[in-house]
């Protein structure tokens, strides 16, 4: 699946967007962003406050708690401010 | 007849004035457009600021703006609906976002256009570095946008 970041988790990641394979237990988002901290101080440093971190599934927003089997694209990002 | 909106996610300027002529041209039961237009402003708590940029989610911003514009479509009796946001760097002074709505009488528009921007500050994928002298910062959710946002929740 593709994964996108956003403002200063990307900035943070290092890169905007890249192809991952997360293994079959990694079901949810709070998974993924688990999974993601593990792989090095970059991805810890972006998610090191995961109930600040949004999600969105295939660009609709989606709770900690959603499934992502079957997603496209997964974003993360801060919470919005524009308008 | 079905109203659709007219959304519109671009880099360059926009013309208020234009776009409110737009939604009443040519039409004699309109009785009431309600704008609201976002500007850049040149300070924050009391510092100068050089520049906004905007980021923002191409196509995921266009679906959830449009997913909120339908249901202030449903929910008003909307003649009209015009959003606008823009991204990329935003000099003070300049445009950043319009909303206007037209309808009948002017408690609906007064109404959908609040609707609007109370949802677009906590659920557009848009997110505003500010540039100053100190250098760039992005800016911080506000708490009491999300409970302006809250307030239009259905029970």
Redesign the interface.
Same mark, same amino acid.
């Given at each position: 699946m593709r994964v996108?970041y956003?403002?200063?988790v990307r900035e943070r990641v290092g890169v905007a967007e890249e192809t991952v394979e997360p293994p079959a237990d990694v079901r949810t988002v709070n998974d993924l962003i688990g999974w993601l901290s593990s792989r090095g101080e970059a991805y810890a440093y972006a998610f090191e406050k995961p109930k600040v971190i949004r999600a /969105?599934i295939d660009? /609709?927003?989606v709770k900690p708690d959603a499934v992502i089997a079957g997603a496209r694209e997964i /974003?993360f990002? *801060? *919470?919005?401010?524009?308008? | 007849m079905s109203v659709t909106a007219t959304i519109r996610i671009q880099e360059a300027d926009f013309d208020v004035a234009q776009e409110i002529a737009a939604l009443s041209k040519g039409r004699t039961d309109v009785g009431a457009v309600v704008t609201f237009s %976002?500007i850049c402003r040149g300070s924050e708590n009391g510092e100068p600021i050089a520049a906004l940029t905007?980021?923002?989610?191409p %196509? &995921?911003a266009e #679906?959830?703006i449009g997913r909120h514009a339908d249901e202030a479509l449903s929910r008003w009796p909307l003649q009209g609906l015009t959003i606008i946001?823009r991204f990329g760097r935003i000099a003070p002074g300049e445009n950043?976002?319009l909303v206007a709505a037209a309808s009948p009488h002017r408690q609906a528009a007064f109404e959908a256009a609040e609707f609007l &921007?109370d949802y677009? =500050?906590?659920? #557009?994928?848009?997110? =505003?570095?500010e540039e100053s002298e100190k250098g760039t910062s992005?800016?911080? #959710?506000r708490d009491h946008?999300d409970a302006a946002a809250a307030r239009w929740t259905k029970p």
């Open positions: 996108k956003f403002a200063w /969105a660009q /609709a927003h /974003a990002f *801060p *919470p919005m401010t524009g308008g | %976002g905007l980021e923002h989610y %196509g &995921m #679906a959830e946001h950043i976002v &921007m677009l =500050k906590t659920n #557009a994928p848009f997110w =505003k570095r992005w800016v911080e #959710a946008d």
